[in-house]
Every structure is written in C-alpha cells, then in structure tokens.
C-alpha cells in the first residue's frame, strides 16, 4: 500500500475519488461542519445512501483520510449538485476540480446531459472554479440561504 501516516494518509499520494460509504460518514460530517453554517445531519446523508435512489455521492482520499466530497441528484437527464466540500487543509489544491470533474462523467454516463447547482453570490472562489470548469451563471434565487438569507447564484452546465 505504500507509505501511510499515523492518521492513516498515503503520503505523497494523490487524492483518489470514490463512492461514498456509511463509514466515511464520521470525516464527511467533520468536513460538514467545518465548511458549513447550517450543516447536514447524519441522519440526511444516511438517508441520501440508503434511500435515495436518485442521489450519488463520492468522496476524495488520501489513504484512508478523506479530504473531501460531493453529491448529485440524478433526475431526467439532468444532475442537481446538492453540495460539495473540501476540508479546510486541502482547499486551493485541486480537491474541488477532481471531485466536480469525477461527478459530471458520472453524470455524464447516467446519459445527464447538463449539471447545476446553487453557490451564495458572495462565494467568488467557488464560482470561480465553477466558471472554469465550464459552469455559466443563469439567475438568482433570493435568499435562499437559511443561516443569513444570502441569494443564490442559480449555475448551469451542458455536458
């Protein structure tokens, strides 16, 4: 397996993307909470992998270590990007492109034809890997953040 850290990180790997399991749950929530106000429960991404046949989530590894995740809602021929997170020591190294880029060819073999998400308008960093991943800004949806009732940015994606 090569060289592992204590905290069970490969190191001098690359990250590796795969399917998100019931046992990621502990680091997932961990990241969660840390890049989020109002956080996902346990409960809601248990309920994402267990219930929702519509749902798709990976995560980003560096051993055993998970740095970071994403999730889609596949519906018609269209992927909704429900969240996307980096733990705080990884962002800016290109954890967030390989999962957005891993998702749109997952979707992308689902026959989706396009992506979108929602990012808060004041999130300039996010759009700006979004834009550069050939996401487009279409529309607004005023305060849809809960936490402080910040709008939206309403992104679109053509596969």
Same mark, same amino acid.
Request: glycine fraction near 10%; hydrophobic fraction near 40%; charge should be negative.
């Given at each position: 397996m ?7 990180q490969?190191?001098?790997a690359?990250p ?5 399991? &019931?046992?990621d749950?502990?680091q997932v ?8 106000t +109002? ?6 991404? +248990?309920?994402? &992998? +267990?219930?929702?046949d519509r749902?798709h #989530? %990976?995560?980003?590894?560096?051993g055993?270590?998970v !740095?970071? #995740? !994403?999730?889609v809602w596949s519906i018609a021929?269209? /992927?909704?990007i ?8 990884y962002r800016?190294?290109?954890v /967030?492109?390989? &999962?957005m880029t891993? @998702? +749109?060819?997952?979707?992308?073999l689902k026959? /989706? ?5 929602e ?5 300039h960093?996010a759009?700006?890997l979004?834009?550069s %991943?050939?996401?487009v800004?279409?529309? !607004?949806?005023?305060?849809y #953040?809960?936490?402080d009732h910040?709008?939206? %940015?309403? @992104?679109?994606?053509? !596969?």
């Open positions: 090569g060289n592992v850290s204590a905290n069970g490969a190191v001098g690359a590796e993307v795969d399917f998100m399991r &019931l046992e749950l502990p929530l961990n990241i969660e909470r840390q890049a989020f +109002t956080p996902w429960s346990r409960y809601a991404f +248990t309920s994402e &992998l +267990t219930e929702n749902a #989530y %990976l995560v980003a590894r560096l055993q270590l !740095i970071g #995740y !994403i999730g021929d269209e /992927g909704h429900t969240n996307v997170a980096v733990h705080p020591q800016r190294q290109g /967030g492109r390989l &999962l891993a @998702m +749109t060819e997952l979707v992308r026959n /989706g034809r396009r992506l979108t998400l990012v808060r308008v004041s999130n960093v759009q700006h979004y834009e %991943l050939g996401f800004g279409v529309g !607004i949806r005023p305060g #953040y809960q936490d910040e709008d939206a %940015l309403i @992104m679109w994606k053509e !596969i």
